[in-house]
């Protein structure tokens, strides 16, 4: 059994591991397992109907005027939840809100496949470019193949206001504009880093926000203080109209990192209304610690903080019957039964678990109460975001979903 | 260099028997592919301070793959041969810096989407390896316990959900002196069969008295390293240059001796504490981690035929710098969350054992400390069912054994 060991051990951030039990060919039939058992589940707790039958007659309003309004935000969770903390049945518990509330209002997609590198920043990126980018994860270096944002402001001629990130981290700060020069510089977005928001604003009293200031890490030994500058500082005021006294006394009565992120969010919306809004949640990383209950925490209040935005989204009259929202992780977490893993705590094995997720679509121009059970990778995201919002993202290697235009 | 190129003298920086294990096989390595080999090598390189049932299976390994006829070499590592690896990796060091190589490999693989050929080749070969050299059978049927929810006084949501399934779930257990019967009861078992590193005990919280025939592992015992590494750690982040992976290199190269964990004669369990520690994520800063991980590598490397493991109340979540700093000497604590750390600790404790061989009779127990539910699971035990018999620690675990 030394190569289980051996396999096991090929770890750094991203392990190679092997089956506990083989049958490795079966890859793609353990996916698609995956994605019945939520689309059985979505059909039986949240009464949604199977798609496949629905490709017709797409609801999607078309036309230039319309286009010109639409709004899209796209929410991506770094740190996958696994089927049996979310859509199996033991899991359910976890997420009230999106089985009840926007499930049943969504077309949900049981089985998207990354078949890239599974680490969050580099995943995150290539959901941004459509490409399976192969960046050092841990670099603060920007992807190597155009965004959304740039394809998005450069074609439709937009400008830097009305499309944004907003992400959590130290590595994300480079998430807005890729490296390609070819393409073009400067039509990329501007990253709003809220953690590094509060730290400028705290200028040194760092009493009382220390709950906000939490760095979920892949390698949770490595964390780097957080640092505010001018530049967050000047975000707080020219962009979100708030005042650093403004931001720290709101800020003292949220519980989390990624409720901080929402409030950011709630901001930008307000005050930007930009067209194409990015946000990344991270707080579920916090698995990676090895601590179960601090892991269903964060899937818990993801859950709750997805359905505040969406009805943030209902309630905002920039955004109200004009916005789609996309939610989906950037990917799942091990499975226990592969030994080369740990369960829920990483994504190293690269078994079909961790591969596999899902994501749900909802508001304007998406059929409501609709499981598609095909498989879709997480580069389709872009191309489907083109077709959606009138622009060709031509270096992305994924294909628009068609059941979304 | 390739594999093809070895020489013994490339060895001399190896500790005396594995130095002595590699050069005796040197021919068959020389067979070998390097997106392999290195793997291979890192465990070699420990040798020396492995637990004697790794020494067994690496020699039975080294043995097999000697034996191999050169067709079946070819079609063993056919697929291995076919990774492609970088110029870089094969100038690399992989001898002497076998895990830093298959770090290094790692990222290789993902970058260049070769991981899931990857994975198929080794689980290919691990197939080929169990057939050709199966397990030892243990000499007596495993059992396992995992104590949980130290420190808790109620909880009202359902326990052991994922193992309720495959045995029978206690509602009435007597707890007086439970984690003392249950130590009792192991070390009754390492009296009658007395292995080396073959019967544990992991304690998350306070130590309790126990055997001396028990290798016993501890959070708390372990605070002086924990505070000693986390120190290191905080002095190398703020050097210039480093990152994620510069950390873990630094932490891949630490010896027991520079974080004080030199005190105990027994470099074997000196060096599987030091990797606890070093390469487990979590388990210095959340002792209910500490467990969960230590009681997982126990298993796979020591394969012990009796594990106890007590998990104890971890700290509260608090900004990882904070965790990291260590400076608060009495910090809160969540008993509540550790409990459900614990739950699924155990699910994962069972499991990892029913990898070892011999899972068709092994058993397991687990126990919410201070309270009367347990679940036992166990050959001559009902699945998915639940006893109100009452009984004591000491006779569930008879029935668990019998």
Not at chain 2, 343 to 364: C, K, P, T, V
Request: net charge negative; charged share 20%.
């Amino acid at each position: 059994m030394i190569f289980n060991r051996d396999t096991r051990a090929l770890k750094s951030e991203l392990a190679i591991g092997e089956a506990l039990h083989p049958g490795y060919g079966s890859l793609r039939e353990s996916a698609r397992q995956l994605s019945c058992s939520r689309r059985d589940f979505l059909r039986a707790a949240a009464g949604v109907a199977l798609g496949g039958t629905l490709m017709s007659a797409s609801p999607f309003v078309r036309g230039a005027l319309a286009a010109k309004r639409r709004k899209i935000i796209v929410v991506t969770f770094g740190g996958g939840a696994r089927d049996q903390e979310t859509f199996a049945s033991d899991g359910q518990e976890n997420i009230p809100h999106m089985l009840q509330e926007l499930a049943p209002q969504s077309s949900f997609f049981t089985q998207v496949v990354n078949h890239g590198i599974l680490g969050h920043y580099v995943a995150t990126a290539s959901l941004a470019t459509g490409v399976y980018e192969t960046i050092n994860n841990f670099a603060a270096i920007p992807p190597e193949h155009p965004t959304v944002f740039e394809y998005f402001r450069k074609s439709l001629k937009r400008p830097p206001s009305d499309t944004w990130v907003v992400a959590p981290s130290n590595g994300f700060n480079h998430i807005g504009e890729s490296d390609a020069r070819s393409y073009g510089q400067g039509w990329g977005a501007q990253v709003i880093l809220p953690k590094h928001l509060l730290a400028a604003a705290m200028s040194g009293s760092g009493t009382d926000y220390g709950h906000l200031l939490r760095d979920n890490y892949e390698t949770p030994l490595y964390a780097p203080q957080l640092v505010g500058s001018e530049f967050q500082l000047e975000q707080l005021e020219s962009i979100l109209k708030l005042s650093a006294e403004d931001f720290r006394t709101h800020a003292k009565t949220l519980s989390s990192p990624d409720e901080l992120s929402l409030y950011v969010v709630r901001q930008l919306m307000r005050q930007q209304a930009p067209s194409l809004l990015w946000v990344t949640m991270h707080d579920i990383d916090i698995a990676h610690a090895g601590a179960y209950s601090l892991y269903i925490e964060g899937i818990r209040r993801t859950d709750r903080l997805c359905a505040e935005l969406w009805k943030l989204i209902q309630s905002e009259p920039e955004y109200s019957g004009n916005t789609t929202l996309f939610i989906l992780p950037d990917f799942g977490r091990d499975s226990d039964m592969d030994a080369g893993g740990n369960g829920f705590q990483h994504h190293r094995t690269g078994d079909p678990a961790s591969r596999t997720t899902w994501m749900m679509a909802l508001g304007t121009g998406v059929r409501e109460g609709v499981v598609y059970d095909r498989p879709m990778q997480s580069t389709d995201l872009v191309p489907t975001l083109g077709a959606m919002m009138g622009f060709s993202p031509t270096l992305a290697q994924g294909r628009p979903v068609e059941e979304l235009l | 260099m390739l594999p093809r190129d070895l020489k013994a003298e490339q060895f001399a920086g190896y500790p005396p028997e594995a130095r002595k294990l590699v050069i005796s096989y040197l021919a068959t390595l020389q067979q070998l592919p390097l997106s392999f080999l290195p793997s291979l090598l890192r465990e070699v390189i420990d040798y020396d301070y492995k637990f004697p049932a790794e020494r067994r299976a690496i020699d039975r390994e080294l043995a097999s793959l000697g034996s191999l006829s050169q067709t079946q070499m070819k079609e063993w590592f056919q697929p291995f041969w076919q990774i492609s690896l970088s110029s870089k990796l094969e100038e690399f060091n992989w001898v002497n810096q076998p895990t830093q190589f298959t770090e290094q490999l790692s990222a290789h693989l993902w970058s260049t989407h070769q991981l899931d050929a990857f994975r198929k080749a080794a689980t290919e070969y691990g197939d080929r390896s169990r057939s050709a050299v199966p397990p030892e059978p243990p000499v007596i049927s495993r059992l396992g316990i995992a104590i949980i929810g130290q420190g808790v006084a109620s909880y009202d949501a359902p326990l052991f959900r994922n193992l309720r399934e495959h045995g029978t779930y206690f509602e009435r257990v007597k707890p007086d002196n439970g984690v003392d019967l249950l130590l009792k009861g192991i070390a009754a078992r390492a009296q009658s069969h007395p292995v080396p590193y073959g019967h544990w005990y992991i304690e998350g919280g306070q130590i309790a008295d126990h055997s001396p025939l028990l290798t016993c592992i501890s959070y708390q015992a372990l605070a002086p390293v924990r505070a000693a590494l986390l120190r290191n750690v905080q002095a190398e982040i703020k050097r210039p240059g480093m990152g994620p992976e510069e950390l873990r290199t630094y932490l891949a190269e630490l010896s027991p001796a520079s974080v004080g964990l030199d005190k105990s004669p027994d470099a074997v369990l000196n060096h599987f504490q030091l990797k606890l520690l070093t390469e487990g994520s979590g388990t210095q800063i959340f002792s209910t981690t500490f467990v969960q991980w230590a009681a997982r590598e126990a298993l796979q490397s020591a394969q012990p035929l009796s594990l106890l493991v007590r998990f104890g109340p971890r700290q509260r979540q608090r900004p990882m710098n904070e965790l990291l700093s260590n400076n608060n000497s009495n910090p809160e604590l969540d008993f509540t969350g550790s409990l459900i750390d614990a739950d699924m600790g155990a699910y994962y404790n069972w499991i990892n054992q029913q990898r070892l061989s011999g899972s068709e009779h092994s058993s397991f127990l687990v126990w919410f400390e201070g309270h009367s539910q347990a679940l036992a699971i166990g050959p001559a035990l009902a699945r998915g069912t639940a006893s109100s018999s009452v009984a004591d620690l000491g006779e569930l675990l008879s029935w668990v054994v019998a």
